[in-house]
């Protein structure tokens, strides 16, 4: 998975960063309100986004150059 975000543009990244924050908010909703089958995957998510936003901060600074 961290090979494949340094391979995305910026507008995949962007559209990437919208589904997993939709994604978490469903996971965390599905938490509080019944059972979960992968509790496991709320702190993926959180990773994942995390990992999303510090690229984009890279490419904002110029410390790393965006694909496309």
């Known amino acids: 998975m961290k090979g494949k975000l340094e391979e995305l543009t ?7 960063l919208v ?3 939709v994604e978490l908010r469903k996971q965390r909703f599905k938490a509080v309100t019944s059972k ?16 999303i936003l510090t690229l984009k901060k ?5 410390i790393r150059k965006p694909r496309g």
């Open 58 to 62: 890279e490419y904002q600074m110029d």
């Open 36 to 51: 979960v089958d992968n509790p496991k995957k709320i702190q993926s998510l959180k990773k994942h986004i995390a990992r």
């Open 19 to 21: 589904d997993s924050k």
């Open 10 to 16: 910026i507008e995949e990244l962007n559209t990437s």
